[in-house]
């Protein structure tokens, strides 16, 4: 017997059962005394330290079947991990089962139907690196480390997100395990409420083994990093956010408060300096794209300009290096419809107090043609809002901890009474059940009944948890 504890008793895995579930696998089931037990159970956030009982690496669809029918028979806590990314480390449990997807990276292109076809354990660099060649991207994230199927399950906001809208509209259809370890396809037409659900729902429904996605064109853009001093952060702000609120849908940039990092790849007098600036990610036609930059470059002119043409996956891969796996990380977040003169003046003054080198804040616009669609027809609900905003406290130092969560936790409590009042579920820590209702708004009594319907148990919970009823 291998022992877990369960709510604060021991709970056994049955050896035979163990032996069986291991030879059915075709990947790898890893427990606590395998020599790389400790390297495997680690997440992309070094502050989550947690301690499963078993880990299995799912080669194939069949592997995540079985993996579900055991973690059941057993009793366990089961957790799902994918990328390893998520921000408050749900892709791992302690003493239960974490079922991974990190082999399953297979992808297929159909030039003709204009889709791809991704496994759940695909990182955006790998999808990136299958469509680039052909000017194509799937709409997704900003960090090609990444996982796709964290970032479409909350929605997916990134460099796309104003011309193409989020991740889960260019969703075609997913292959899901439920359960009850039937698989299934949701699409439009296959089981229309699982596909609403998991559009913004997060891994609240089942196992995604593959998703389908329209492709979108995104070969050359025009972005890169544009920077301004601190001292002008309150004007940059200001001038962004009228900016962006009216800008053509092939025009995108993120607003961010930073430190410069003191490495090669920024000018040396700039290095350790506290600044506002903008990350900008331009498709389409390059006229529109020149009199968008030099819109603020004329208004004020940049400390750092880093903007030019380039492979839409050389943006996505920019700063992947600056954030490695295994750094500290605090979140807050929130949605904000309206950024008032008196929240930028806020902004600016926590901006102003980033406590690290690896701190931020960023503003994510998500108009455009996120906002296409209406609120009910995803479970991702605020379409009317303007702006993803979060907060991240970042360090590699295990100690500074308390001073990441303080200055986070402060920030965002000024903050959030000019929010919408949720957030994006993909940028929350572990909040409480209230700010999960929260995220989802008027669509969460709805996520509920289909919750009900398809995992009655709530076996999928490690997550930003839908109970059901």
Known sequence: MISTLEKGTEHLIDESALQSFKASIRGMVITKDDPSYDNERSVYNGMIDRHPAVIVKCRNVADVISSVNFGKAQKLLIAIRAGGHNAGGLGVCDDGLVIDLSLMKGIRIDLEANTIRVEGGCLLGDIDHATQGFGKAVPSGIFSTTGITGLTLGGGLGHLTRKYGLTIDNLLEADVVLADGQLVTASEKKNADLFWAIRGGGGNFGVITSFLFTMQDAGTIHGGPMLWHLEDGEEMMRFYRDFILKA??????????????????????????????????????????????????????????????????????????????????????????????????????????????????????????????????????????????????????????????????????????????????????????????????????????????????????????????
């Open 248 to 469: 053509p849908h092939d025009v995108y940039c993120y607003f961010a408060f930073l430190t410069v990092p003191p490495v090669p790849l920024f000018p040396s007098d700039l290095h350790l300096k506290k600044m506002s600036g903008l990350v900008w990610c331009n498709v389409g036609n390059d006229d529109t794209s020149e009199k968008a930059l030099n819109t603020f470059r004329n208004f004020k002119k940049p400390a750092l300009d880093y903007t030019g043409a380039m492979p839409f996956a050389a943006l996505q891969g920019m700063f992947d290096a600056l954030y490695p796996k295994g750094l500290q990380w605090y979140w807050k977040a929130d949605f904000v419809k309206d950024l008032s003169d008196e929240a930028i003046k806020l902004n600016v003054k926590y901006g102003n107090r980033l406590p690290t080198t690896h701190s931020a804040m960023h503003l994510y616009p998500i108009n455009g043609q996120a906002q296409k669609k209406k609120s009910k027809d995803t479970a991702f609900s605020y379409r009317d809002a303007n702006w993803a905003q979060v907060i991240v406290g970042v360090d590699p130092d295990p100690a500074n901890g308390d001073k990441l969560s303080t200055w986070t936790k402060e920030y965002w409590t000024a903050l959030h009474p000019f929010s919408a009042g949720g957030a994006y579920v993909n940028f929350m820590m572990e909040e409480g059940q209230e700010r999960v209702q929260a995220a989802y708004g008027d669509n969460y009594e709805r996520l509920t009944k289909i919750k009900a319907k398809y995992d009655p148990l709530n076996l999928f919970r490690v997550n930003q948890n839908i109970k059901p009823i």
